[in-house]
């Protein structure tokens, strides 16, 4: 059984940095063609994809955020972790990370599972 | 950046077909994926490689894809199919991913 589960805070205030932990279970991000992904939600807004590792360490941003996302992994403690820089009130959301698996190309099923999501709000 | 472009809302009578649409320049090389997400929910992988259903999705979800646009068809739609529905598919260097606006549901 695969499941995810993300930690962090849930209150940042404005230029601080975020730093949140995608914990998961029932698989190994060094399997080819596995992928953990971060996303995030603002309240009544669209899904946004905001990076992507892979079992070979390709590592892919959202091109608008791309200089404020890095996103690593720790394989032995089955954890992804990204951080978002210089966090401003617009990125108040809720943030989900997902397993994607099988992409290596036809067949890959991207973000079938995901993580119940952890509300990030940004005031001072 | 690549965007995908959906109907903000479709709506429809209980056992009706539902069809939700996604404009996308690559769709023609890059295959659409659908998600579903009903009201304070995770998002669900309904549709994968345009066509293809995950084991558990009902028969009732289909997806379509012809030149730049992808369908997602719900046949036959039901009271708990209202939600949410993202496309998402990759630009034409198959290099970043998106997803669409999304569109509400509503069956009624």
């Known amino acids: 059984q695969i499941t995810l589960k993300e930690s962090g805070p849930k209150l940042v205030k404005p230029t601080q940095t975020l730093t949140l932990t995608c914990s998961f279970s029932g698989f190994s991000l060094s399997t080819t063609g596995v992928g953990v992904g971060w996303i995030r939600q603002s309240p009544g807004k669209a899904l946004e994809c905001l990076a992507l590792i892979y079992w070979n360490d390709d590592k892919r941003y959202r091109p608008s955020l791309k200089s404020r996302l890095t996103v690593t992994r720790d394989t032995s403690k089955n954890q992804v972790v990204l951080t978002m820089t210089d966090m401003d009130s617009v990125d108040t959301a809720k943030y989900y990370c997902?397993?994607?698996?099988?992409?290596?190309?036809?067949?890959?099923?991207?973000?079938?599972?995901w993580g119940q999501g952890i509300q990030v709000t940004v005031s001072s | 950046s690549y965007e995908l472009t959906q109907p903000p809302s479709v709506s429809v009578s209980p056992g009706q077909t539902a069809r939700i649409t996604c404009s996308g320049d690559?769709?023609?090389?890059?295959?659409a994926f659908w998600y579903q997400q009903k009201s304070g929910q995770a998002p669900v992988l309904v549709i994968f490689?345009?066509?293809k259903r995950p084991s558990g999705i009902p028969e009732r979800f289909s997806g379509s894809s012809s030149g730049t646009m992808a369908t997602l068809t719900i046949t036959g739609a039901q009271v708990d199919d209202e939600a949410d529905y993202y496309c998402?598919?990759?630009?034409?260097?198959?290099?970043?991913?998106?997803f669409g606006g999304g569109t509400k549901l509503t069956v009624l």
């Open positions: 998402y598919s990759t630009d034409s260097s198959n290099y970043h991913v998106v």
């Open positions: 690559a769709l023609p090389q890059r295959y």
């Open positions: 997902t397993h994607s698996s099988n992409c290596t190309g036809a067949g890959c099923l991207p973000h079938q599972h």
């Open positions: 490689d345009d066509t």
